[in-house]
């Protein structure tokens, strides 16, 4: 049987109250009407397909920070890499996406070999960072000897997502006017280098603590 006398409760009380009192309270622009239409235009569009949405928000616990609102979707499609790009990429551009940015993996040969970010403006003129992954096989069959992965036909999961800036996010986003090219990325049997484009474009979207600034 446990005793709790009055000393351990008042002991109690006092680390509750220490702790609450380091802890921020959650700032009463945390969500609006901006950051629901932005979440709302992340939800309509066809391309990005997101089975995984969340609204811009105060990340609870921090000094006045704010996540942006998420879409996030996957799906398996058959192609080479190249081919399974470009259809994304296609699809993508109809909805007003642009290819902005595109970069390497790691190059060990598994996980997401190439990442292309696309950039689009919503209703109300905010910019969203969207970003395609795609894995390099998923077949499970044993890739033969000496043999590119990234140029066989072959199942894959393609991963997509997008976020949108929430309401305090002061970064000064573009739509570039023509898509950055990325068919000559050294990952997809070219001679241009592991990445093209700005690297900070997630970065910018996803926002710094506001108390910095």
């Given at each position: 049987m446990t005793v709790r006398t009055s000393r351990g409760r008042a002991v109690g009380a006092l680390v509750v109250g220490a702790l609450a009192a380091c802890t921020p309270s959650a700032p009463d622009d945390q969500t609006t009407g901006v950051d629901v239409q932005r979440y709302q235009d992340l939800?309509?569009?066809?391309w990005l397909a997101a089975t995984s949405l969340t609204v811009g928000r105060y990340a609870f616990g921090t000094n006045r920070q704010f996540e942006p609102g998420t879409?996030?979707?996957?799906?398996?499609?058959?192609?080479?890499?190249?081919q399974v790009l470009a259809a994304e990429t296609t699809s993508a551009a109809r909805e007003g996406w642009v290819v902005a940015a595109a970069r390497c993996g790691d190059g060990s040969g598994s996980g997401w070999p190439?990442?292309?970010e696309l950039v689009r403006a919503l209703s109300d003129g905010a910019v969203?960072?969207?970003?395609?992954r795609v894995e390099q096989d998923q077949s499970g069959a044993q890739q033969p000897e000496?043999?590119?992965a990234a140029a066989r036909a072959l199942p894959r999961r393609v991963l997509v997502?997008?976020?949108a800036p929430h309401h305090t996010n002061r970064a000064n986003l573009d739509v570039p006017d023509e898509p950055v090219e990325f068919d000559a990325l050294e990952c997809l049997g070219g001679p241009g280098g592991a990445s093209v484009g700005p690297?900070?474009?997630?970065a910018q979207v996803q926002g710094v603590d506001e108390a910095t600034r």
């Open positions: 939800a309509a569009d066809p879409g996030r979707g996957t799906r398996t499609t058959t192609g080479t890499l190249a190439v990442t292309i969203a960072v969207g970003e395609v000496g043999e590119d997502a997008a976020y690297s900070d474009l997630l």
